[in-house]
Nanobody
Framework: QVQLVESGGGLVQAGGSLRLSCAASGRTFSKYAMGWFRQAPGKEREFVAGISGSGGSSFYTDSVKGRFTISRDNAENTVSLHMNSLKPEDTAVYYC???????????????WGQGTQVTVSS
């Protein structure tokens, strides 16, 4: 079992930055790929970024490439999402997720946090 708790959401103006963090329980954190997903009102949950267990590989959806950076600290059992140059269309609830395999499909992730709201004003 992995329990995930996100923090760091909030309200920011367009062009601003936010850092989301996700703290994970358990002693086998490095076994799990970690991902960030987001869900805007009326839309499906979408993959934003993912990182392998070792942290050696990371992946991003096209709309955030060059603006968002995912990182992890296996000693601290945390994963972060640094978001720069935020746009109103980045507004969503952001979820942290964990699974043995890294996938772009939300249905294939086993463990989820409760979500944190990010609102970008224009």
């Amino acid at each position: 079992q992995v329990q995930l708790v996100e923090s760091g959401g909030g309200l920011v103006q367009a062009g601003g930055s936010l850092r989301l963090s996700c703290a994970a329980s358990g002693r086998t954190f490095s076994k799990y790929a970690m991902g960030w997903f987001r869900q805007a009102p009326g839309k499906e949950r979408e993959f934003v970024a993912g990182i392998s267990g070792s942290g050696g590989s990371s992946f991003y959806t096209d709309s955030v490439k060059g603006r968002f950076t995912i990182s992890r600290d296996n000693a601290e059992n945390t994963v972060s999402l640094h978001m720069n140059s935020l746009k109103p269309e980045d507004t969503a609830v952001y979820y942290c997720a964990a699974d043995i395999l890294l996938s772009g499909k939300s249905s294939q992730w086993d463990y989820w946090g409760q979500g944190t709201q990010v609102t970008v004003s224009s």
